[in-house]
């Protein structure tokens, strides 16, 4: 009997992916909205509030990796996709040399300024003394500093294609800092406990998933003896610009957050981020599509199968609209439901709440069609234009924030995100050597013919 076909070996990588990333999504939305209403029980909602401005903060840290673990593995897959598994192990081990040595500089650097700098008047906490606040804030950046390992552990997996599992394990492991979290919020533990939630699990679980990869492809491993510094200049340019995604997605959430909570109150800030999380909601779908196809478009596009590639993105663009739009006018309904059942507090700004969805909207499509810069590190364009929108809306907050209140913020966002959705549907067709017609007839398009295979397909397994 003939092993399976490509086409099917390319389903099943899709369906495995697909099936991890939804997974992944979903630890992501229990782990931010079921935690909700126990920080509100347990600590209240100004502490809750001061808790979300400290843990916004060492988010800026993510970028001390350079990105060159992201960068890595859309290198390394296309290596392996070559059969050049040697080159790829030295991407890798590269790589790791560069992030865990920038990572421990730039948390010396970061862990004297908390130390130093006024947090607590600076963010006009009213619970947390200083002393509290820097306490807190080093375990957060001990916690980022391990983060970085992460990037470079999917980056493995990615390359070795096994993709799938390298997202079961990680988001296992969120999932499980989610219940040590839980339990500590119950038995009445403060910030300063809560946070080592985020440190000891991390660490042993990461000693784990290194010892996985390694069994999953033995060619792959930690080490220098294969680091090679000419290795570095082709990968420093998108390396660098990547982290104006970084940068760009701190403005745009955690930037906002910080706003808010300067400009209005802690306690405004947390039920807006409460708002911002459950219209995320719709986003984390896309998100799970535009993930898988990064590494397939890394493979296609490796080999210049351009017609692959174009037909792949195609389909995951009209598939991630057709799944947002419904969500998002089923989350408008059932939105505030669920923010009262979370917070106890009926939703007073309905018109904030239907912005966000709005531009999350706009966000989702986006998230999806990006990937393809990504993934073969021609994204310098598009970064720069991420920086330019979600700084522009940083500043346009800052403006409207004071007269208007936070629809004011949400306003703000939500002209960056239209004029990315712009930008990157454009760089990805030019990318792809596509017109925009067929694109956009596809888009436009309900994915019925999918649908009916799909069925189909049950059918048949059933029969």
């Known amino acids: 009997m003939d092993g399976p ?8 990588r899709m369906a495995r992916g697909i099936g ?60 392996a996709a070559q059969g050049k598994k040697k080159e790829a192990l030295s991407v890798l081990q590269t790589a790791w040399l560069l992030v865990t040595v920038a990572s421990i500089v730039i948390f010396a650097i970061a862990l004297l300024l908390t130390w130093v700098a006024p947090l607590d008047q600076w963010l006009n906490f009213s619970v947390l003394s200083r002393r509290e606040a820097a306490s807190v804030m080093t375990l957060l950046l001990i916690s980022v500093c391990l983060s970085q390992q992460g990037g470079l552990i999917d980056a493995g997996f990615k390359c070795a294609g096994h993709y799938a599992e390298g997202i079961f394990l990680i988001n296992t492991l969120r999932l499980f800092e989610f219940f040590a979290g839980i ?29 996985r990869l390694r069994q999953r ?3 792959l491993y930690l080490g220098w003896s294969h680091a090679d510094r000419k290795l570095l200049k082709p990968m420093v340019s998108p390396a660098l610009t990547f982290n104006a995604f970084n940068l760009g997605f701190a403005f745009s959430i955690q930037g906002i957050q910080l706003l808010v909570t300067a400009l209005v109150s802690p306690a405004a800030a947390a039920l807006f981020s409460n708002m911002r999380t459950l219209a995320r909601i719709v986003w984390q779908g896309a998100n799970a599509i535009g993930n898988t196809a990064w590494v397939e478009l890394s493979r296609a596009l490796g080999v210049e199968d351009y017609d692959f590639a174009r037909k792949l993105h195609r389909r995951t663009c009209q598939i991630g609209m057709w799944c947002v739009l419904p ?13 009262k059942v979370l917070t106890g507090r009926t939703m007073a700004e309905p018109f904030v709440f239907a912005g966000l969805l709005l531009a ?23 970064a720069l234009a991420f920086i330019l929108s979600t700084g522009g809306s940083l500043l346009l907050a800052r403006l409207f924030l004071l007269p208007m209140g936070t629809i004011g913020a ?54």
Request: aromatic letters at 14%.
């Open 183 to 211: 339990t500590i919020l119950l038995t009445k533990g403060d910030p300063w406990v809560f946070a080592w939630t985020l440190i000891v699990p991390k660490a042993l679980a990461y000693a784990y998933f290194w010892h």
């Open 5 to 12: 076909s490509d086409k099917q070996k390319l389903t099943q």
């Open 20 to 79: 991890a990333n939804t997974y992944a999504q979903v630890v992501t939305i229990v782990s931010n909205l079921v935690t909700v209403p126990f920080f509100y029980r347990f600590w209240g909602i100004d502490l809750y509030g001061e808790w979300l401005a400290l843990s916004a903060i060492p988010t800026y840290l993510t970028m001390s990796d350079l990105s060159f673990g992201t960068t890595a593995g859309s290198e390394m897959t296309m290596l």
């Open 360 to 382: 999350t909207v706009f966000g989702s499509f986006w998230t999806i069609s990006y990937v393809v810069a990504l993934s073969i590190n021609k994204h310098q364009t598009t």
């Open 410 to 463: 949400v306003l703000a966002l939500l002209l960056g995100e239209i004029a990315m959705a712009s930008f990157v549907f454009y760089r990805s067709l030019r990318l792809l050597k596509e017109k925009p017609g067929p694109f956009l007839t596809q888009l436009a398009t309900p994915p019925f013919g999918l649908i009916r295979r799909l069925l189909h397909r049950k059918r048949a397994v059933e029969e």
């Open 327 to 339: 969500g998002a006018l089923l989350m408008l309904l059932v939105g505030p439901v669920i923010f």
């Open 217 to 219: 492809a033995p060619w």
